[in-house]
């Protein structure tokens, strides 16, 4: 995967592009606006990460300016702005996906991943599957080992999201805003009910479990065991 990082804290930078590299990814910076938008006009990223904050030319214009000429590389945006209405002015200009600072560079890694994914448009994923577990995205049937599991709207939404980054961590950031829309507090325990609750019907019944937790990072659904 390449990462074009348009960030002007060098030393936020400097790390992000170590990181990356260490994860196996390459990785290149462009510290003001103009360089990164000419930079990212080039093409040949899988993924752009942009401040929003920058000189010459702020994030958000870039992103704009890049979607105007029909660039769709995907976009993180990094900001420091993390209410709401802040997150939706990102995600409108045309930001996939938008990460508050202070960030874990886990977290971030794993947003990135999921945003080079993207290579399918999702409106043409109608089917996700996990060994024998099976997710139909137009009937909205779920079966596993043949067998159908009945879930509640919220679950079933808590399970395609899940499977759609099957194999990849997701924090509690990442399900508090893509599937329950902000609409709860991060210390709340609705997430852990509704996992425990998904866990009981997917798994219970079954030899070897899917769904996992992973201590101080979240939750992955993958094929065997922790």
Known sequence: ????????????????????????????????GETGLEMAREGGYDVLIVDRMLPKLDGLTIIKTLREEGKQTPVLVLSALGAV????????????DYLTKPYAYAELLARVEALSRRTVPEEQVTRYAVADLVLDRLSHRVTRGGEAIQLQPREYRLLEYLMKHAGQVVTRTMLLENVWDYHFDPQTNVIDVHVSRLRAKIDKSFDRPLLHTVRGAGYVIRDGSE
Not at 85 to 96: E, F, P, V, W
Request: hydrophobic share 40%.
């Open 85 to 96: 209405d802040d997150r939706i002015k990102g995600l409108k200009a045309g930001g996939d």
């Open 1 to 32: 995967m390449r990462v074009l990082i348009i960030e002007d804290d060098s030393e936020a930078a400097s790390f992000l592009v170590k990181a990356l590299k260490e994860s196996g990814h390459s990785a290149d910076w462009a510290e003001d």
